[in-house]
């Protein structure tokens, strides 16, 4: 029974499967010349969508203009042989990568090789639409010779234009680098890979490794001009954070009133909530480029573990070069990184203290305004009480007042009363009534 095309499959069993061998390296055989090329277009701080299809119109390009049919706007790695050379291209997140292979002559010299790259087959309409997006240039000669290491490696040293500073190993049990990992005056750097006894296949393996050990290099090292921008800037949020510090702790001998205490610290507040704000804005300009970084140093450190390198006596490794020069940058990175992050955190301690100091004077502000408004409640209970007096006063006044209307008035009809004297009698009895007839009153109204 057949799966290939089956519903069994998960629908992305397939394309997983592929991805392990969608890059394959080029199929080199001694003597080759190659020039390497990565464009990096991408000038922002987020990958877009944009940059992928950049690449992908460049590489259109120059298929039309030899003729080939273009691939597919979703493909990432292209493989055609034109004639005259070969191309692998290969599409990545942040940058693209054109590696042109040609064999030539046993007997060409390698000053002559470096002089006959395959970049004189490229259209120069096509090669000035890249201005200004290459990153990395190099050419590579792959030579077969039987020349002692030694005796080699003095003949090699004219190829670098003079560079006392020679990088070279014996790597795969098989194969030499050399290089100075310098721009040369054509503006390429230049690798030098001898084939001593390499086996089948191994040559266009060692070649990818190091192009990918150049471009990753590369790719990392841009997040050095990020941390070294961003240095100053630290300096600046460190020394007005220490300021702002010391401002807090000078506000507590210094503040004469709480309320102007208050307004000293909402200002403090103001100017920490601002320092917040500008650290959080260059960690995202930069969170993404030292990430980037790296990640890219990580690939750089697995592809020269893979050469195996075996040191040639008087000349440093590619290991060892990169220790030394490749790997402070990182370094520098990754302490900016930390940086950011620990002035961050220390940013948010001193806010959330300040806002805690705000919030203590403004309870101790609270609680004298319930002392004042219970001050006032009983100014007003006792006003009220000595109104409430006069209240029984005036009120058992105007009661007397109807009781001697009411016995005058029964005295002209008739009755044997003396309207006087039974206001008097009525007076006291009036003024209880009325007492406790508020009283009374107050009662309910509380129980309420």
């Given at each position: ?6 519903s ?25 010349r190659?020039?390497h ?12 969508e ?27 790695y ?45 259209p ?15 050419h ?100 007005e ?8 702790v ?91 992050e ?107």
């Open positions: 029974m057949s799966i290939t095309y089956s069994l499959n998960h629908p992305l069993r397939i394309h997983l499967a592929a991805e392990v061998h969608s890059r394959p390296f080029l199929r080199l055989d001694a003597p080759e190659l020039t090329l990565a464009i990096y277009s991408h000038q922002g701080s987020d990958v877009s944009g940059s992928a299809s950049t690449h992908y119109e460049m590489l259109s390009a120059l298929c039309v203009h030899f003729g080939v049919a273009r691939p597919s706007a979703e493909t990432k292209f493989f055609y042989d034109f004639g005259r050379f070969r191309l692998k291209w290969e599409c990545h997140t942040e940058f693209s990568t054109y590696t042109f292979a040609e064999k030539h002559e046993t007997t060409l010299l390698l000053t002559d090789a470096f002089s006959r790259v395959p970049l004189s087959h490229l120069h309409e096509w090669l000035l639409g890249l201005r200004g997006k290459i990153i990395v240039a190099a590579v000669v792959l030579d077969r010779s039987d020349v002692a290491t030694d005796v080699a490696a003095k003949d090699l040293r004219q190829l670098f234009e003079g560079n006392m500073l020679v990088v070279g190993s014996q790597v795969l049990q098989g194969g030499e680098i050399w290089t100075d990992f310098q721009i040369q005056s054509d503006g390429f750097s230049r690798f030098v890979v001898r084939d001593v006894g390499l086996r089948e296949q191994q040559a266009g393996h060692l070649i990818q490794r190091v192009l990918e050990i150049e471009t990753y290099r590369m790719m990392a090292l841009l997040g050095l001009p990020h941390a070294q921008k961003s240095a100053p800037i630290l300096n600046v949020i460190e020394a954070l220490a300021m702002l510090t010391a401002t807090m000078d506000t507590d001998a210094l503040s004469s009133s709480s309320l102007m205490e208050v307004d000293d610290e909402q200002a403090l507040l103001r100017q920490i909530t601002g320092l917040a704000a500008r650290i959080e804005k260059l960690s995202l300009e930069n969170s993404y480029r030292f990430s980037a970084s790296q990640a890219y140093f990580r690939i750089v450190q697995s592809r020269i573990e893979e050469l195996r390198e075996i040191r040639i006596e008087g000349v440093p490794t590619v290991g060892e070069f990169m220790d030394r020069r490749l790997a402070p940058a990182m370094n520098t990175c990754t302490s900016t990184a930390r940086r950011q620990a002035l961050a955190e220390r940013i948010a301690h001193t806010n959330d203290l300040l806002r805690t100091r705000v919030g203590i004077v403004q309870e101790q502000q609270n609680r004298k305004i319930l002392q004042s408004m219970n001050k006032r409640a009983a100014q007003q209970l006792r006003l009220q009480q000595a109104v409430e007096g006069l209240s029984v006063v005036a009120i058992s006044y105007y009661l007397a007042g109807l009781f001697n209307y009411a016995g005058k008035a029964a005295k002209g009809a008739g009755w044997p009363i003396n309207p006087d004297i039974m206001t008097g009698i009525l007076v006291p009895i009036i003024a209880i009534g009325v007492w406790l007839g508020l009283r009374s009153l107050h009662k309910n109204i509380h129980t309420l």
